[in-house]
């Protein structure tokens, strides 16, 4: 980054300590991932110069040859690698789509029902601080207080009870599958339509390590990054049936011109998810998952739902006697990356909740496997029983360093 060091070197000097911190540190938070090279290239070309509202073959500027064959380029490998009839590149985050299906499918004031943010769902699902929650009526359903999975015969009886508009099947805190099949035979009941947000998931769908929306769900949204592999963006992938809705709801309803470079970085992330290496990638997140809730569990650590199906561990630390966010922030020093999240019926405000949510995207990319789990199972713990001593700490984070030189983070060239 020659030409930044020399016009901007404040903003390069930040931007190589973020570079080694992302390489010398063992990053747990599920939604981060490391992208390839390839990606980064994409992600910084000439495309961001570029103007381009409206879709391929239907610009308002002229000059768009090359963007039209590259998003035309995307759009197929996106239907292709999920097996969907229709697929819109353009949202430029995960929440902006969600936006645009509602906007899509729903009147104002019409009932939209998804999993409570407490108990492991997304603002965007309807929560009372997000502006989903006041354009329309939201409706939450919850997971059990013993088991704390979802209850589909609660679901349904919910759903009949309130007769939502849309029903959303997804999370960012919930280590267990996700039963498409009967979530769509509760929509079908209830006249909704079914939107199902695959964001944390849809790298594991693709490698067939989780059950697939796509025969069941009217609408799939996911963001790009996370277990995908790609750039910070977002796609929606439905139906036939909506298809024009959902195009004239992401343009012109809710976004100018899309982000090109991004829209190209996606297609790249989307050609590299289509290989047999991938799926192996998305199979060995999930072994590791388990490998690392398996450690926690021999070491006294209470897992909600007793453990993972996916890429992500949700702890309730209650019985470690620490909470959430001092827990998230000793860990930091001692080099290893998550973040403090409530758990269900937490009784701990949202700013400084029980748990901490851990997941395992980022360091498969690295190359790491169950035995490396087990280490960083050994300094959670450590860290955890001495979270205010330092040099315990400082200790802890030179062995996480040695430890991430020997799997070299992509796309980061240290130097």
Known sequence: MTHLAETDPELY????????????????IPSENYVSAAVLEATGSVLTNKYSEGYSGRRYYEGQRFIDQIETIVIERARALFRVEHANVQPYSGTPANLAVYCALLKPGEGLMGLALPHGGHLSHGWNVSVTGSFWRPIHYMVDRETQRID?????????????????????????????????????????????????????????????????ADVIVTTTHKTLRGPRGAMILCREAVAEKIDKAVFPGLQGGPHNHTTAAIGVALKEAATAEFREYGRQIVRNAKALAEGLLERGFNLVSGGTDNHLILIDLTNKQVIGK???????????????????????????????????????????????????????????????????????????????????APGIVLG
């Open 13 to 28: 000097r930040l931007i190589k300590q973020e570079e080694g911190y992302q390489a010398e540190s063992v990053r747990l």
């Open 152 to 216: 589909y015969d609660a679901v349904r009886e919910l759903a009949r009870r309130e007769r939502p508009r849309i029903i959303v099947t997804g999370a960012t805190a919930y280590p267990r599958e996700f039963d498409f099949r009967v979530f769509s035979e509760i929509a079908k009941e209830v006249d909704a339509y079914l939107l199902a947000d695959i964001s944390h998931i849809a790298g594991l769908i693709v490698a067939g390590v989780h059950p697939d929306p796509a025969p069941y």
């Open 326 to 408: 001092k827990a998230a922030q000793a860990l930091d020093r001692a080099g290893i990356v998550c973040n403090y999240n409530t758990v269900p019926f937490d009784p701990r405000k949202p700013f400084s909740p029980s748990g901490i949510r851990l997941g395992t995207p980022a360091v498969t990319s690295r190359g790491m496997k169950e035995p490396e789990m087990r280490r960083i199972a050994a300094w959670i713990d450590q860290a955890l029983s001495h979270s205010e001593d330092a040099a315990i700490l400082g200790r802890i984070a030179g062995e996480v360093k040695d430890l991430c030189r020997g799997f070299p």
